[in-house]
């Protein structure tokens, strides 16, 4: 095989796996450290990108400004869902949680198809199409955009999570839960403040996303499998590991496309979720349990 | 169910029994026999999640795996192999089966519960999807097309009603199953396993065997509805026998009915089939059953967890004296 050929499947590889990195950022937040199982991970992102769409269609709001309304609207969003909805209906139950969220993407993903219908909608900006020269092949200016975006907030979240007190009482929440209750911190707050966080991201997600992807009501089932596949093989709560994670998947789907063909290649991501849940759950960077 | 006397369940069974067998005669427009063909289509498959997910306490969001090897397994024994259709009825039951059993001891064996059991077979179904999409012997993304013959020994009804006593002489069958599962011994050690699997372990419950042979059962129940489903539409393709959406409505119908009952399922079913055919008829807006749907799901979560069916129990049980109903629980689990 021509080398050339291997090279641009590389490179396209880890853009994409950038991407898969951006959208499970959040989740590593939410399902990797708190454990809670949040299904409505997709929708909540194809929401986000509507959101920017019509940011930028109705009042002209380039989606790269559009970050400083999406990230603390979807914090508020996914703050009082939990608070008023998640938290409250699922009565603490692990299960309840999945059936919720599972309640709720199919809730958002029809009132999408309602309002929205279910054509797929792209944008187009003078800098859409601009290329850049990497190695031997030609990249969207905004797919490089968007992978450097990745690796900063991975390593915001990382900062976060070690390094304020917000962190140190999630993490204190993740590992005792009435440990922390009992040190005076208030678990269902902290609960509701990680799942706004980990929103927040799918909102930075959403403006990052947009000027490369499409947006139809069901964008959101393209990453929930492959999101969920990024937090549990980079390991549970590691955000280096969701780097890894993600550029791992990444490539495993361009090079599976590339020898296995365009059909068998997606086996590629639900084969390693199947295996490293069956052989190594704690993932590669996650605490041995 | 628990609170009828034995006389007082006879007629309940009894009576739906023969509200069925009477419906097409008295609502015989094709609409309407299409209607009864799909809502008991639903309670069948959404029977198959319920004898895992509801009795078991296994939750799935990826039985369509079942479903869909089902399908497959009787059209290419059918179109490949020449067997008689009627052949595909035991051929997807059995590879419902050997897939639960091999998706549930691989899962198990890791010890996976509760959300990773749930994503996990999500995983598996997307897996069988892909295959089914890039292998020759089921025809790729193009699918299979089974040829319109219409006699009984093919299979095929010139009218729907003939579909209609297939589908509820196999509805009948998965409701005398759950029937059983809620009386005999297994049934109570699966209640057991799914209440508190620590628990059940230390009584002396091979929980691992219990939830392989549930997950079989629930297989071969799935794969017959696959089964149906390719030859009433004489159609499958990859992304209808293993879509996502299958998996969900399995689960939404016993959910919302009420996981872990008899006719949860069946409540859920008639539900789903009611709202989707009207909403489709009257308002003709996309999507709006769902939205429907979702919310319901998310209701019954947080205020009925044991589904619809909990609104005909609870006023039973305030009626009841507290006393019967507390002897009456502890007795069951003697």
New interface residues.
């Given amino acids: 095989m021509d080398l050339s050929i291997i090279g641009a499947a590389t490179i396209n590889g880890l853009l994409m796996g950038g991407i898969y990195t951006l959208v499970a950022s959040g989740l590593t937040l939410i399902y990797g450290v708190l454990h809670i199982?949040n299904f409505a991970h997709g929708s909540l992102l194809m929401l986000a990108m509507f959101g920017v769409y019509y940011l930028l269609m109705k009042l002209g709001i380039d989606p790269y400004l559009s970050l400083i309304i999406m990230v603390p609207a979807m914090y508020v969003l996914g703050f009082y869902l939990y608070r008023f909805?998640i938290g409250?209906?699922?009565s603490g139950k692990?299960?309840?949680i999945?059936?919720?969220t599972?309640?709720?993407?199919?809730?958002i993903?029809?009132?999408?198809?309602?309002f929205f219908?279910?054509d797929s909608r792209t944008i187009s900006l003078s800098y859409t199409d601009k290329m850049i020269e990497v190695g031997p092949s030609l990249v969207a200016l905004p797919k490089l955009i968007s992978f450097a975006a990745a690796m900063v907030l991975c390593a915001l979240l990382g900062l976060l999570i070690t390094r304020t007190d917000t962190g140190k009482a999630i993490r204190a929440v993740a590992k005792e839960r009435m440990g922390a209750r009992l040190v005076g911190i208030d678990v269902e707050r902290v609960f509701a403040i990680s799942f706004g966080i980990g929103l927040a991201t799918l909102g930075a997600a959403a403006c990052l996303l947009m000027p490369i992807f499409y947006v139809s009501?069901t964008t959101g089932?393209v990453f929930v499998?492959v999101a969920?596949t990024v937090v549990v093989l980079g390991g549970m709560g590691s955000f280096m590991g969701a780097v890894i994670g993600g550029l791992i998947v990444g490539l495993t789907e361009s090079f599976g496309g590339l020898f296995l063909?365009e059909?068998?290649g997606?086996?590629g991501i639900?084969?390693i979720?199947?295996l490293i849940?069956?052989?190594r759950?704690s993932g590669l960077f996650g605490a041995k349990q | 169910m628990n609170a009828l006397s034995s006389r007082q369940s006879w007629f309940l069974h009894g009576g739906l029994l023969a509200i069925a067998l009477i419906f097409p005669f008295v609502f015989n427009s094709p609409f309407a026999v299409n209607f009864g063909v799909l809502a008991l289509f639903y309670a069948f498959i959404g029977q198959s999640w319920n004898i895992a997910g509801g009795f078991a306490g296994q939750?799935s969001?990826g039985h369509v795996a079942f479903f869909g090897v089902g399908a497959y397994a009787s059209t290419i024994v059918q179109m490949r192999y020449g067997f008689s259709p009627w052949m595909g009825l035991p051929a997807s039951a059995l590879a419902g089966a050997v897939i639960g059993g091999v998706i549930a001891a691989?899962?198990f064996?890791?010890g996976?519960k509760?959300?990773?059991f749930?994503?996990?077979t999500?995983?598996?179904a997307?897996?069988l999807r892909?295959?089914a999409?890039?292998v020759e012997i089921t025809g790729?993304?193009l699918g299979m097309l089974i040829p319109m013959k219409q006699t009984l020994a093919n299979f095929q009804f010139s009218e729907r009603i003939g579909f209609y006593f297939v589908i509820l002489a196999l509805t009948v069958v998965s409701v005398v199953l759950a029937i059983w599962l809620k009386n005999c011994r297994f049934g109570a050690r699966l209640a057991a396993i799914r209440e508190n699997e620590d628990a059940a372990l230390a009584l002396g419950i091979n929980v691992f065997a219990e939830k392989i042979k549930i997950m079989m059962l629930s297989g071969a129940i799935g794969g017959v509805g696959g089964c149906f489903f390719a030859q009433y539409f004489l159609y499958i393709d990859p992304s209808i026998v293993f879509g996502?959406d299958k998996s969900?409505e399995m689960?939404l119908v016993s959910?919302i009915g009420g996981a872990g009952t008899v006719y949860g399922p069946l409540i859920g079913a008639v539900l789903l089939a009611g709202l989707s055919e009207y909403t489709r008829t009257v308002t003709s807006?996309?999507?709006?059953s769902?939205?429907l749907?979702?919310?319901?799901?998310?209701i019954i979560?947080?205020f009925l967890?044991n589904g619809l069916i909990d609104l005909f129990r609870r006023r039973k049980k305030l009626s009841a004296p507290a006393q019967s109903v507390l002897t009456k629980s502890t007795s069951r689990e003697s």
């Fill in positions: 199982i909805l409250k209906l699922s692990d299960e309840n999945l059936l919720i599972l309640g709720l993407s199919i809730l993903e029809n009132l999408a198809l309602m219908k279910g009501p089932h499998m969920f063909g059909s068998l997606q086996i639900s084969l979720f199947i849940l069956l052989f759950p | 939750l969001f691989l899962s064996r890791a996976l509760g959300s990773y749930a994503l996990i999500l995983a598996f997307e897996v892909i295959i999409n890039s790729g993304g996502v969900v689960l959910m807006v996309q999507g709006l769902l939205v749907y979702g919310t319901l799901l998310v979560i947080a967890p």
